[in-house]
């Protein structure tokens, strides 16, 4: 029989948790009538983050863009081709205009801008 003798200096000192009182926990109840685990947040009215949203997602507005919207106007006012260099790029600063002033979603901009990248560096013919 062997036995192991841990030093007390590879030991690290004892880490204290904060036990949750029942006030501080996320007051969500599941179905089957147990309470969430997680801390509750001042902000979110006592839930935690992820159930501030399902419980009241009305108190926390979701900033949501219509990303069907024709912007044929503001991006393409002069351009009707993308022909050249120039014209991308005019169009590239227009569309980082619209994403600023938030006219336009991060994610639509992203598919447009990818698009002109393509039509900067088209595919090559194979012979």
């Known amino acids: 029989m062997s036995t192991t003798i841990i030093s007390s200096s590879s030991i ?3 880490v204290v948790v904060p ?3 029942a006030s501080s926990r996320c007051p969500y109840l599941y179905p089957n ?16 983050l992820g159930h501030s949203q399902t419980i009241a997602p009305t108190v926390f507005p979701v900033n949501v863009q219509d990303d069907s919207e024709d912007l044929t106007a503001e991006l393409l006012p002069e351009l009707s081709q993308f022909n050249t260099g120039v014209d991308i790029n005019k169009f590239l600063a227009r569309l980082l205009k619209l994403v600023t002033e938030g006219a336009i979603s991060p994610r639509r901009a992203s598919v447009l801008a990818y698009i002109a990248n393509q039509l900067l560096h088209p ?5």
């Open 19 to 21: 036990s949750q009182s």
């Open 123 to 127: 595919p090559r013919r194979r012979p």
């Open 12 to 14: 690290g000192d004892p």
């Open 33 to 48: 009538g147990k309470r969430c685990s997680l801390p509750g947040l001042p902000a979110h009215s006592g839930f935690c």
